[in-house]
C-alpha cells in the first residue's frame, strides 16, 4: 500500500509546505449509546473470500476495534452521522477535522493513511471523507478497499455518477456518497420580479436557460439598482463542470479548456461592468449580499449549499428565508458532494460496512436527510418518494419542491475530465485572479502568478 500511495502522494510535494498555514486540526470524540448498530441494509451474504471472512470474524467480536476514527474537513457529515446513525455498544468514535483551506486536510489525512500500517489499532484510519476535487487521488491508490468485499454491495438506488467517481480503474468500488450533488441556479424571488416581471420558476429558467440570456440580464439587474451575482466566482462550477478536457493532459502538462476561459470573460465583462462583486466565493462580502438588505439576485450551488452555506438568508432577524427559489440555469452541472471512504487496514470492516450502507440504502435515514436537513439524498427511491408528494416543499425556498428540481437535473450529470490535481488548480485560478478583480496586478501578471503558483505546488505540470 505505502508504494502506490507514497508515488501518488509524490506529485504534491509542495501541497505539505502550503498546509501548514491552514490550521490544525480539531479532534473530537464520541461514545456510543447503549444500543446496537443496526445490520447493514440490503447488504449481501458474505462471499467466501478473504476481506469477507475477516468481516464474518469482526462481527463475531473477534476483530472489530473499540475506536472509530474518521477523518473529515468539516462537521456536516459529522452531523448527520450523530443523528442517525446507531454506534455499536463500546464503541466511540473519535472525528479528526481539519479545514481543506490549501490542502491542509489532505496533509492531515496523507499523513495518517501513509502510517495506518503501522498504527496502534486505536489510531487507524476508519473512515475518511473525500470530495470531487480530489477523490480519484485516493480511489486510484493501495491506501482504499473495495468496498463491495466488505458487504456494500446494493448499489440500485444510487446515482450512477457517484459510483463512477468512488471506482478505480478497474471498476473496484472504494466508497459511496451519502449525497447526489446537481446544482441549481438559486435566486431572489423579490429580486427577480423587479428584473425579469416573475418569480416563478419556470418563467425564470426561460428568461436564463443559456450565457447569453443570464449575461443581458446582467444589466438589467445593474440597471435597477442590483448585482447578477455576488462573487466574480459564482459561476466558475457551471462552467468548470462542463469542461471537455481535464486540467492536466497525458504528458502533464497545463492546459486550459474553452470553458474555463470563457468564465474567465464572463468574469471580466461582469467586473467590468459592475455586474457582480470582487469578492472570492467564501468572502465575507458575497455572504452579506444573502441577507434580506443584500441586492444580488443570483447564486449557484446544490441542496447542500443553501442547507449548510446560506446562513445569513435564514437568519431570523436579518435573513430572507422563503425569498428564494431554484431552476437549473444556463448549463447543466453539479457541485461538490462528500464521498465516505473505505481506508485499508482498518479494524473496524463491519461498522464501516454499516455505516455506508445506512447512508445510501437505509430508507428512513435517506428520508430524514431530505426531510429533515434540506439534502438530496443519493437514493433515488427516496427521492423520488419526495419529488412526487404534492404536499411537500422546501420553506427556504418558499415551498417550492427542490428534489423534485433536482431530481430532473440528475440525468444531465456526468463524471468526466477530473484529475487528483483539481482542488487546488481550481482554488488557485480563482485566488490569483481575484487579485486582478481587486486592482493590485493586471491580467497578465494574475496569469504568471497563477503558473508560478502550479509550478511550486505540482512540479511534475508543465506550465505556458
Partial sequence: MKKRFTAALSVLTAVAVLSACGGGAASTTTAAPATTAAPAAQAAPAAETPAAEAKTEAAEGNAEGKVFNIYAWNEEFKGFFEKYYKVPEGVTVNWIITPSDNGAYQQKLDEALLNQENAADDDKVDLFLAEA??????????ATQDVTALGVTDFSNTYKYTVKAASDEAGVVKG??????????????????DVLGTSDPAEVQDKLDSWEKFNAVAKDAKDKGYYMTASFAETYRVFSNNCSIPWVDADNN??????????????DEFVKNGYTLTAGIWDEEKNAQMFKDGKTMCFFGPAWYFNFCMGNAQDPEKGCSGDWAICEGPAAHFWGGTWLMAPAGTDNPTMLADVMNTFINDEEVCSALVEKEAQFSNNQAVNKKFAEDESYGNEFLGGQN?????????????????????????????????????????????????YNYVNETYPAITTP
Fill in 176 to 193: 459511496v456518497s451519502f449525497q447526489c450533488c446537481p446544482s441549481a441556479l438559486i435566486y431572489r424571488r423579490s429580486i427577480a420580479e
Fill in 133 to 142: 476535487d480530489y477523490i480519484l487521488k485516493y480511489v486510484n491508490s493501495d
Fill in 254 to 267: 497545463l492546459q486550459f479548456d474553452p470553458q474555463i476561459e470563457a468564465w474567465m470573460d464572463q468574469a
Fill in 402 to 450: 427542490d428534489v423534485a428540481v433536482f431530481s430532473a437535473m440528475t440525468d444531465n450529470i456526468v463524471w468526466e475530465n477530473h484529475t487528483i490535481y483539481d482542488q487546488l488548480l481550481n482554488e488557485g485560478l480563482q485566488n490569483l485572479l481575484q487579485e486582478y478583480y481587486k486592482g493590485a496586478v493586471d491580467k497578465d501578471t494574475a496569469l504568471k502568478n497563477f
